[in-house]
């Protein structure tokens, strides 16, 4: 039996990074306090603020779903909706937690080419009348980079967020994947001057052990923050646990290291495969157009892929992909076609 390969089925398959272990194993050492109030926590923190060169509280959580969805539902009342791309993890990819989170909130999806929110589709839904019969929209959530590794740059994020709020929306951004857009040209200094409101640095699939950073952009927003995470399962008690690793990551500049990395094996891997790609590959994800004879072939070889919402196969690299790996998927590659 062919064992099987999870080095391209998704950045979280990978094991965290030795940055950011050292960093957990260092804050393991006596005691300290709890709920945030430690060193560890605040020193996170801190680095989150210059990295992105803002005034902004800073939380730490267990997991996107559960940052995204808290966000959202800080952002919207529960006969309100959310704006984001039809593909977004939040539109379709989170059992419904926005919802749960935020009492009943709505989400209309809007598409766009490579997961980017088309501006004449935001203009559309921008423009419909208000109705006591439907969820108006209180918030636009915008992804970068995309779940199809597009980035959006300053400009373009720019011309989303203007016309949302001068209609009064809020703005969230999931950054799951931000340190491989910001490895990829994204200015993350921008964000706060753009409007975000609400900013979630992903750490997992970064390279850290499990945890995601909620950067509070509108302090205003701050006000009872922490009993909305409580009051949702994530309030960590030992919260430096989950500081930590953006410690280790963010102390000599190793997140965007490894997304540099993450996404030169990915464009290592496009220059390689025999089969057409879906989208242009800007960051760590290689989508590409396969029928599904030679995946079927490609997954009894042992590589574990998966097709993605619009068809095409996804190949994600991470910070711990070696060249070596790419090689040997591309050669694959060539025997199933």
């Known amino acids: 039996m062919t064992a099987a390969r999870y080095d391209f089925a998704s950045d979280n398959t990978a094991g965290a990074a030795p940055e950011a272990l050292a960093a957990f194993v260092e804050a393991n050492r006596g005691f300290a306090a709890s709920y ?9 923190g801190d680095l989150i603020r210059q990295l992105l060169d803002v005034d902004a509280e800073v939380r730490f959580v267990a997991s996107g779903t559960a940052a995204n969805a808290i966000c959202l539902a800080a952002l919207c009342r529960p006969f309100e909706a959310v704006l984001a791309h039809g593909h977004a993890h939040v539109t379709i990819d989170e059992t419904g937690a926005p919802s749960f989170f935020g009492h009943g909130l ?10 980017r929110i088309d501006g004449a589709a935001l203009t559309a839904a921008l423009g419909q009348a208000e109705s006591g019969h439907v969820q108006s929209p209180a918030a636009l959530s915008l ?7 597009a980035v959006y740059d300053a400009k373009a994020m720019g011309a989303l967020i203007a016309p949302a709020r001068a209609k009064g929306l809020s703005v969230h951004l999931d950054g799951a994947r931000l340190f491989n857009a910001a490895a990829a040209g994204f200015d993350l200094a921008t964000i706060k001057p753009l409007g ?3 900013l979630v ?3 997992t699939k970064a390279g850290m052990t499990p945890t995601e950073a909620v950067v509070i952009l509108d302090k205003g927003l701050a006000r009872r923050f922490d009993a909305r995470l409580k009051q949702s399962g994530q309030l960590p008690s030992k919260s430096r646990f989950y500081a930590a690793p953006f410690v280790g990551m963010l102390e000599d500049g190793a997140a965007l290291r490894h997304a540099a990395h993450a996404n030169a094996m990915a464009a290592r891997l496009a220059a390689a495969v025999p089969f057409p790609l879906a989208h242009p590959v800007e960051t760590s994800g290689v ?10 072939r490609l997954l009894a070889a042992g590589w574990r892929v998966q097709r993605f919402l619009d068809g095409s196969v996804r190949f994600m690299c991470s910070w711990a992909t070696t060249p070596e790996a790419v090689d040997e998927v591309a050669e694959a590659l060539k025997q199933v076609r």
């Open 36 to 44: 945030g109030a430690d060193a560890v926590t605040a020193r996170a």
């Open 196 to 198: 975000v409101d609400l």
């Open 106 to 115: 709505g989400i209309i999806p809007l598409m766009g080419v490579s997961g």
């Open 143 to 149: 992804t970068n980079a995309t779940e199809y590794g």
């Open 287 to 296: 989508f590409v157009d396969m029928d599904e004879p030679a995946l079927q």
């Open 201 to 203: 640095i992903g750490g």
